[in-house]
Structures are given as structure tokens and as C-alpha cells.
């Protein structure tokens, strides 16, 4: 089974803001929104759009990403296997991690250096198309860090 079930790079325009919910329910999503205003709600939280924000969606929650102007929408997205990244994260001991993210539905927030993560995520697509053995692992390998980046917003 994939543990990645979608890796998206700078999707734009009124396609990129096709409605997942449902088909990643039993996913987790890490978005990256590249323009500067526009809403994001998760569950019964709103957040402001701000450029390079990074969202943790729980693919099961309700939300809605509303860019005030849906033809210069551009985002980053990345689609995790819940149950494959549960069984990664109990072989690190990080369970608890993912459940602070993405309690309540998730979270947005925006970034100090969003080129860094942008990066991260042109990493997550090249791997995702690539075709070798070790690509999933890579994958995950990638995902860690931004996990960092919720668990310090949550904090602050």
C-alpha cells in the first residue's frame, strides 16, 4: 500500500480548488497555499490565508480553502495514507505527534521562510513520480520536518 496517495506541486488556477473531501477521508493532507488572501477553515476554525501557509488537514474533518481570487490560486499538496503513516509513526514513536496535528480537524498557519518548505514540497512530487524502491520511504522521510513546523505553531 502507497503511503503517499497524492503529491501535488504548485497546482493553480479554479482546478487545483476541486473538492477532496471524501476522496482522501482516510488521509491526511499537508497543503501549502501560494497566494495572499483568501480564507482556510478547518472543522469551526477559520484562518486567514497568508502566502506559503502551511495547513495539516484530517481528510475525515470538513473544510474549505477559499482564495479571494480562485484564477491566481496556487498550492502545494500532499496526501498521506492515514493508516501507513500510523504504522510508520509507531515504528519512530511519533504517534502522539500526528494526533496533536490533527486533532480537531488540523491547523493553518503561516510561515516565516515559506521557499523552504515550497522546496520540500517539489522534493515530495519528484519522488512521488519517481519509480524507484525506495521513493515511499523518501516520502516519509520528507514529511517529518513539516510535521515539526505544526507541532511548533501548535505550541505558539
Do not use: W
Not at 4 to 28: F, T
Not at 54 to 83: C, K, N
Amino acid at each position: 500500500m502507497n503511503m503517499i496517495l497524492c503529491a501535488d506541486y504548485m497546482s493553480s488556477g479554479e482546478d487545483a480548488l476541486r473538492d477532496v473531501h471524501g476522496e482522501y477521508a482516510d488521509g491526511y493532507l499537508i497543503v501549502q497555499t501560494l497566494c495572499n488572501a483568501g480564507t482556510v477553515r478547518i472543522a469551526d476554525r477559520t484562518y486567514a490565508m497568508a502566502y506559503g501557509g502551511l495547513g495539516f488537514i484530517d481528510g475525515a474533518a470538513s473544510y474549505r480553502i477559499s482564495p479571494d481570487e480562485p484564477d491566481d490560486y496556487l498550492h502545494s499538496l500532499t496526501v498521506i495514507s492515514r493508516p501507513v503513516f500510523h504504522e510508520m509513526a509507531a515504528l519512530l514513536e511519533c504517534t502522539g505527534a500526528i494526533s496533536e496535528v490533527f486533532s480537531g480537524g488540523g491547523l493553518y498557519f503561516p510561515l516565516d521562510h515559506p521557499k523552504t518548505v515550497e522546496a520540500r514540497f517539489k522534493r515530495m512530487h519528484s519522488q512521488f513520480t519517481a519509480t524507484s524502491d525506495i521513493s515511499n520511504a523518501m516520502l516519509f522521510c520528507e514529511t517529518l520536518p513539516l510535521l515539526n513546523y505544526a507541532l511548533y505553531a501548535r505550541a505558539h
